[in-house]
């Protein structure tokens, strides 16, 4: 883990860095300090080789971290050095004056200094005793500063593409900006879904939708299809079915003479007619009327 937080240096700090950085006047324009502790597993103020060789370590890696927030810095025209934090001197400015680890000017940015009687030992609220640091003093809008202190974080370590670094930065600052200056609004963005994503979203569940009603309907059709063919033949077998009943009428008003009971046959006839057309117009009735006596 590590935490890194920037100062503001008016006048009053910038005398508490006076010969630090031979060349350059901290008060007369507008610098920042920025410092970025590493957090570490052993205590700094227990001595142990395992302590100092974790040291050790953590000394690389905040000299890689602040060699490429330099270089960023520099590549855009702004001056900005750093503390070699193993030896306290600036990292590019040749200097008499150091800034060790324990150094009581820490005290001015926010760290707290122990004494221990065998030695002094570095601390702040975070990471107590358990930390390795240095600073960066650099002159730059504080805009940029807080864009490109990803760098420092470790979100740019491993990046080898100076022009995707740029662009990165770049978008970080217009977000700054935008924002007031509240870095957090850079993650909230970041988590935000952009709108041609929603409107390629909503199209393939439109598409989803039209798709699944086409095979819904394509279904209902072919269900329908076979009922609507039963309808016409039961159309024309009742069509079939009249005709044959309207023969036997005919040749039962020929042969009234003959019948003994014409009234109760026609009778018969008219309650089959009736029984053939509520059935549904089926040849069966229709044969059943016609062979009534």
């Known amino acids: 883990m590590c935490e890194v937080q920037t100062h503001a240096v008016p006048k009053r700090l910038a005398r508490q860095f006076e010969g630090l950085f031979p060349r350059r006047n901290l008060g007369d324009d507008a610098h920042m300090i920025v410092t970025i502790a590493l957090q570490t597993k052993h205590r700094q103020s227990a001595m142990s080789p395992e302590m100092l060789e974790e040291r050790a370590q953590l000394y690389g890696e905040l000299v890689g971290r602040m060699q490429r927030f330099q270089s960023h810095f520099e590549s855009a025209g702004h001056w900005c050095d750093f503390v070699d934090p193993a030896t306290g001197a600036p990292f590019y400015t040749d200097s008499a004056t150091t800034l060790v680890e324990c150094d009581e000017r820490y005290r001015k940015l926010g760290f707290e200094i122990l004494e221990l009687g065998c030695c002094r030992s570095l601390c702040n609220k975070t990471f107590g005793q358990c930390l390795v640091m240095t600073s960066a003093f650099i002159q730059a809008p504080e805009a940029e500063i807080n864009a490109a202190l990803y760098l420092l974080e470790g979100d740019g370590a491993a990046s080898a593409d100076g022009g995707a670094v740029a662009d990165e930065i770049a ?58 063919g039963k309808t016409g033949e039961g159309e024309v077998e009742l069509a079939a079915a009249k005709a044959e009943i309207n023969a036997a009428l005919t040749l039962l008003e020929g042969d009234v003479v003959a019948s003994a009971d014409g009234g109760a046959a026609a009778d018969e006839i008219a309650k089959s007619i009736a029984a053939a057309e509520g059935s549904g117009g089926t040849a069966t009735a229709a044969a059943e009327a016609a062979a009534v006596p």
Do not use: D, H, N
């Not at 709108?195 to 909503?202: D, L, Q, R, T």
């Not at 598409?207 to 086409?214: I, L, P, Y």
């Open 171 to 228: 978008k970080r600052i217009a977000a700054t900006e935008v924002s007031g200056g509240a870095t957090t609004a850079l993650a909230e963005a970041a988590a935000v879904p952009t709108a041609p994503a929603a409107m390629e979203e909503g199209r393939e569940s439109s598409a989803g939708g039209e798709a699944e009603a086409a095979a819904v309907a394509e279904e209902a059709g072919a269900k329908a299809e076979p009922l609507a």
